[in-house]
């Protein structure tokens, strides 16, 4: 009697802990962009699996009949809402960027309140991870939930090897909570009349896609950088339109109150020079510190960076002028 029960109760544990890997490892695989290539899907959720994933992606996740977007906006907003209000996951990871996936947050502000309080609650229980277009979607739920997520390299580009080794390995550590924080060393402070208070300065981190960030304002998800550092990046943005956008945002007054922007990679962008003197034209004109840091954007390299989650900057190389910025993880919550 007595080894019946404890082989009963040595399923039961065994049950339990297999369930309990499984919500913790599941990745919904989305697409709220734009389409990629359909033979990749398998191929996708293959290197999910072998990461170690459980990986869910829904049926006809591709139409052919939209000419920009990789299904219609009902069925992208369905298979988002559904990952976001997920018990099983602790990742949503989009495919690709592109266009589109600021549609699909006029379906997110018309759920009903239940399907509402249950994205909240999932705060810190599951993060989303894309970069690009994907912006949208990190920023609204930021602003409306205050969740952290991660912008960080898609699974097309992974898949497709259009991302560095390096890059894809410091994803996965932080997705597997192998570390607690990444951080970017080389910073260089554009306007270095400005100094930080002690050398250092702990804020929130924000932002991304550039013209993501400009599209938000006077929307309901109008971005909110008051107190916090911004980062801005972006891809095939003339260096004349950078300024353009960086005066709006200005305007706007996206920039009141900020504690510091940070500029990551902005590539192809057709004179590498001109993107450097609209950023030094930019830092003379603002009463905080404006950096600039290589290897978050769009390029090969392509690091991955938390987002609503703490950074501390401080001095690397004083004589050198270079900063570093210790970005914390995403907090995952039992």
Request: with cysteine.
């Amino acid at each position: 009697m007595y080894s019946v029960v404890i082989c009963f109760l040595y399923f039961i544990f065994t049950l339990c802990a297999s369930t309990d890997t499984y919500a913790v490892n599941q990745v919904n695989i989305i697409a709220p962009s734009s389409k990629g290539k359909e033979p990749d899907l398998t191929t996708i959720k293959e290197y999910v699996e072998a990461l170690g994933f459980n990986s869910h992606i829904s049926e006809k996740i591709y139409s052919n009949n939209d000419p920009f977007y990789s299904n219609s906006d009902e069925f992208r907003a369905s298979d988002l809402v559904s990952a976001l209000i997920d018990n099983d996951n602790k990742i949503i990871w989009c495919i690709r960027g592109g266009t589109g996936s600021s549609r699909l947050i006029p379906y997110l502000e018309r759920l009903s309140n239940d399907k509402k309080a249950r994205i909240a609650q999932n705060k810190n229980k599951k993060i989303l991870i894309g970069y690009s277009d994907i912006t949208a979607l990190h920023i609204y739920l930021q602003v409306k939930y205050d969740w952290q997520t991660l912008h960080g390299t898609t699974l097309e580009m992974m898949v497709n090897n259009f991302v560095s080794e390096s890059s894809v390995e410091k994803l996965k550590r932080l997705i597997l909570n192998q570390q607690s924080s990444i951080r970017f060393n080389n910073l260089k402070i554009i306007n270095d009349d400005i100094k930080l208070k002690n050398g250092r300065l702990e804020s929130k981190i924000i932002g991304g896609n550039m013209i993501l960030v400009e599209n938000s304002i006077g929307t309901t998800w109008q971005i909110n950088a008051k107190g916090k550092i911004l980062f801005l990046e972006d891809v095939r943005v003339y260096p004349y339109a950078i300024e353009r956008s960086l005066d709006h945002l200005k305007q706007a007054h996206v920039f009141d109150e900020v504690h510091a922007v940070i500029f990551g990679d902005f590539i192809n962008s057709g004179n590498d020079n001109l993107v450097e003197v609209v950023k030094e034209r930019f830092a003379k004109s603002v009463n905080f510190p404006v950096f600039t840091v290589q290897g978050i954007g769009h390029g090969y390299v392509n690091d991955p960076l938390p987002l609503n989650t703490y950074a501390t900057v401080g001095v690397q190389d004083e004589k050198e002028g270079l900063f570093f910025i210790d970005v914390q993880n995403v907090g995952f919550m039992d």
